[in-house]
């Protein structure tokens, strides 16, 4: 299905800065998460981090990133879709590509925290809640896990 959305790994300089704006849009401008909270070491240059970025046209409108939590563990994190895009599938395909790309770096098993507003999404692809609610960067979320 083509929802006319170009999905990719952020390989150069200007796709991670692409996804930096929709992060920076979503969680620090939207959501008011402090800036030392929502980027960290694994947004650093050489990180091993996996970043991705979805653009509409020349727009950058959805991000996320996949790192190592454990031995064949992957856990995604930092997936936004900027407030118009929302509801039009991005979030769905950018999950799928992000999955695929997990399961060629020989992920068994991901894990993510979700704020609590976004569980249902995640449980629709697959996701499970481990564990009670918590509270990071003052926002409810809850702990789920998806074996691929």
Do not use: W
């Not at 996320?64 to 895009?85: P, S, W």
């Not at 999404?121 to 003052?138: I, S």
């Amino acid at each position: 299905m083509d929802i006319g959305y170009d999905i990719r790994v952020a390989e150069t300089e200007a796709d991670r800065d692409a996804a930096f704006f929709v992060r920076r849009a979503v969680f620090i401008d939207e959501q008011q998460v402090p800036e030392e909270i929502e980027m960290d070491q694994f947004d650093e240059r050489f990180s091993p981090t996996i970043h991705f970025v979805a653009t509409k046209g020349t727009q950058p409108v959805g991000a996320a990133r996949l790192r190592t939590y454990a031995d064949g563990i992957g856990k995604v994190e930092r997936v936004a879709v900027t407030e118009t895009e929302r509801g039009t599938g991005l979030g769905r395909a950018l999950m799928e590509v992000l999955e695929q790309t997990a399961r060629g770096q020989g992920y068994e098993k991901l894990k993510l925290n979700a704020q609590c507003h976004a569980q249902r999404f995640y449980e629709k692809l697959g996701y499970e809640q481990v564990g009670e609610m918590f509270v990071e960067a003052g926002i409810d979320h809850v702990a789920m896990e998806k074996k691929l």
